[in-house]
């Protein structure tokens, strides 16, 4: 038997955590007796600098200790050792052989996310969750390797009563736990995943509220009033090029952050169509404060969100018009259609002109960039355009996604009115009878 396989073989001896440890130093090539401690004791200091958030403090004196804190039980606690291996000793237990808690991977698994290129938005509401449901539980202060599917299964079942939620929130605050147990067994932290056996009644879950159809999309008059308020806008801000931007919205059905990323390369005048491949999103900046960027993608960096669309004379006239008014106030940010003396139009400014122009059009609760997008969609079904152009169009990646934006108020009308005769003869109250 070779020296890898009698150590691994001897392994059941140690931790798991220690078996890891063996295999980093037995694949690292450099196995030899004199200096094995050495690595060892190397690749434990390591893997506890990876995780390990207080500051480590040598001696001051020659009857000083090493010393740190941990953080334990909610509370932080204070300990030391003679000598620096001493510290990371006592450190890698604590981490990796007995107490490793969800708490304690946390910071890991969000840095993994991040450097996996998650979009920042999901990642905020990932820490949303964490903050909302699991913080402050005691089921992230228990070390990972003795969580049980028994464990899971109430803590899921806990939260679904206690914060009334629907099924797609359980799903949304649960993939965090799911994710991150994943992450545990992919380093061997524990032997199998008790996630994967929970059975949640889902039974119990809220219904999720459903929208009104009316208050998805605008409708016919609602339209009418929101275009008048749209021209009363230009002019009033003859300089503005907000109101024209909003005006493409209902022509193109854009997402409001693809609006706010055009440039004028993004246009050809020979086949006039315009390319839609970029957006405005959110990015956090070294002092970790959130700006707005643009970046070359759309939404969920999907290939279906690249695509031409074809423009009509009205959208080119408004491209035209832009350009004069950039031109004759001296606008410009980089090669960005839409901006002002600013620099690039935001996100925020369209949604704030959007929501203004719905007060002033007496339209009541406020529709959004997204519900254009509905609308679009829907005046496209109504003319007869098939649910997968109306899909390419949106840049949506399945025709499930297209048909939840299409609300055919028309139909709905008609199958009301139906029902309603189908159902005069059983009106048991009549004037004959002295009744309503």
């Known amino acids: 038997m070779d020296r890898k396989n009698f150590i691994m073989d001897s392994a059941p001896v140690c931790s798991l955590s220690d078996k890891q440890l063996l295999r980093d130093l037995l694949n690292s090539d450099i196995m030899k007796t004199d200096v094995v401690k050495q690595q060892l004791n190397m690749i434990k200091k390591n893997k506890v600098l990876e995780i390990h958030e207080y500051t480590i403090t040598a001696p001051k004196g020659n009857d000083a200790r ?20 001493g510290l990371y000793d006592k450190l890698y237990e604590f981490y990796y052989q007995n107490n490793l808690s969800l708490e304690m991977l946390y910071p890991e698994w969000v840095e993994k996310r991040t450097n996996a290129n998650v979009n920042i938005r999901t990642i905020r509401r990932n820490k949303n969750h964490w903050d909302k449901y699991y913080k402050e539980h005691k089921i992230v202060q228990i070390p990972v390797k003795t969580l049980t599917t028994d464990m899971l299964e109430t803590y899921f079942n806990e939260m679904v009563k206690k914060y009334s939620l629907t099924l797609k929130e359980l799903n949304n605050m649960k993939f965090i736990l799911k994710d991150m147990l994943k992450m545990c067994k992919r380093r061997n932290l524990i032997d199998s995943n008790p996630f994967l056996d929970i059975e949640i009644n ?65 246009i050809d005048l020979e086949t006039s169509e315009i390319h839609i491949h970029k957006m405005e999103t959110q990015d956090e900046d070294s002092t970790g404060k959130m700006r707005s960027v643009v970046v070359p993608y759309t939404k969920k960096k999907s290939s279906y969100g690249d695509r031409f669309l074809p423009l009509s004379e009205y959208e080119l006239d408004i491209f035209q018009k832009v350009k004069a008014i950039n031109e004759e106030n001296h606008f410009k940010d980089g090669n960005f259609i839409f901006c002002d003396e600013y620099g690039r139009t935001r996100i925020r400014e369209i949604d704030n002109r959007i929501r203004k122009l719905c007060n002033q059009a007496d339209i009541t609760p406020v529709k959004s960039a997204h519900d254009i997008r509905r609308t679009v969609a829907t005046q496209m079904h109504m003319q007869g355009i098939p649910i997968r152009i109306i899909q390419e169009f949106l840049g949506h990646s399945d025709t499930k996604t297209t048909w939840g934006y299409i609300v055919n108020n028309q139909e709905k009308e008609v199958l009301h009115s139906r029902i309603k005769n189908a159902l005069t003869n059983l009106n048991g109250l009549t004037q004959a009878s002295g009744g309503l």
Do not use: H, M
Request: hydrophobic letters at 35%.
């Open 66 to 85: 090493w010393q740190t804190y941990l953080k334990k039980d909610g509370k932080r606690v204070k300990i030391s050792a003679k000598s620096e291996q």
């Open 202 to 266: 889902k039974n119990a879950c809220r219904p999720a509220n459903k929208l009104n159809d009316v208050s998805r999309v605008y409708l016919p008059d609602e339209q009418v009033r929101f275009f008048e308020a749209l021209r009363k806008e230009i002019l009033a801000y003859p300089d503005n090029t907000d109101c024209y931007a909003i005006s493409l919205l209902f022509k193109l059905g854009l997402r409001i952050g693809e609006l706010c990323a055009l440039t004028w390369d993004d």
